[in-house]
T-cell receptor, first 116, second 118 residues
Framework: EPEVTQTPSHQVTQMGQEVILRCVPI?????FYWYRQILGQKVEFLVS????????KSEIFDDQFSVERPDGSNFTLKIRSTKLEDSAMYFC??????????????FGPGTRLTVT | AQSVAQPEDQVNVAEGNPLTVKCTYS??????LFWYVQYPNRGLQFLLK??????LVKGSYGFEAEFNKSQTSFHLKKPSALVSDSALYFC????????????????FGKGTHLIIQP
């Protein structure tokens, strides 16, 4: 069964450093998302991406964040200058091609980002 | 703004008994509703969704959920709980758009720990 994959599983970085979190969505999906979950809190939407551009972003997704689909398979989240409060589990998700299946978002296992 | 409430941090059920995990939502338009399950050190797994049609929707692993528009609820249910159902369950909502499509992000509840006791 196809699944969303994410690398690395755990990333430790120092405050102020740039990090890139990587995701490989399900191959025939067209919609891509990033979410984060701060420890002990709810899952929060960051951004959605469709047709090579951002479709929607939350107020969390400020100028420090960017997303890119550099090739036909990867989807990345970049944080330019990490802050302590960026420490969280980051989930990538993707959803299908059209109709009702486009609403079913499939999540990867997450990347735990620790900013020290 | 849309929101989801899961009023119970934890639900304890004996194996073989029916289970219910509660969820209420708030959106300004029509809701699309979802349940996800998260096992330790794993991502969120899709269980079921309500988009339109029958108020009772069936999903994976024998779970079902009932959409109640008047009570703005979407409770998750299973007739007979298994120990392996023990996990963290999330309810999520997005508002339907006239234009349709899947690009909108989901708004999640805080999650409910379901513990099935042997």
């Amino acid at each position: 069964e196809p699944e969303v994959t994410q690398t690395p599983s755990h990333q430790v970085t120092q405050m102020g450093q740039e990090v890139i979190l990587r995701c490989v969505p399900i191959s025939n999906h067209l919609y891509f998302y990033w979410y984060r979950q701060i420890l002990g809190q709810k899952v929060e939407f960051l951004v959605s991406f469709y047709n090579n551009e951002i479709s929607e972003k939350s107020e969390i997704f400020d100028d420090q964040f960017s997303v890119e689909r550099p090739d036909g398979s990867n989807f990345t989240l970049k944080i330019r200058s990490t802050k302590l409060e960026d420490s969280a589990m980051y989930f990538c998700a993707s959803s299908g091609t059209s109709g009702a299946s486009s609403y079913e978002q499939y999540f990867g296992p997450g990347t735990r980002l620790t900013v020290t | 703004a849309q929101s989801v409430a899961q009023p119970e941090d934890q639900v304890n059920v004996a194996e073989g008994n029916p289970l219910t995990v509660k969820c209420t939502y708030s959106v300004s338009g029509n809701p699309y509703l979802f349940w996800y399950v998260q096992y330790p050190n794993r991502g969120l797994q899709f269980l079921l969704k309500y988009i339109t049609g029958d108020n009772l929707v069936k999903g994976s692993y024998g779970f079902e959920a009932e959409f109640n528009k008047s009570q703005t609820s979407f409770h998750l249910k299973k007739p007979s709980a298994l120990v392996s159902d023990s996990a963290l369950y999330f309810c999520a909502v997005r508002e339907s758009l006239y234009s349709g499509g899947g690009a909108d992000g989901l708004t999640f509840g805080k999650g409910t720990h379901l513990i099935i006791q042997p």
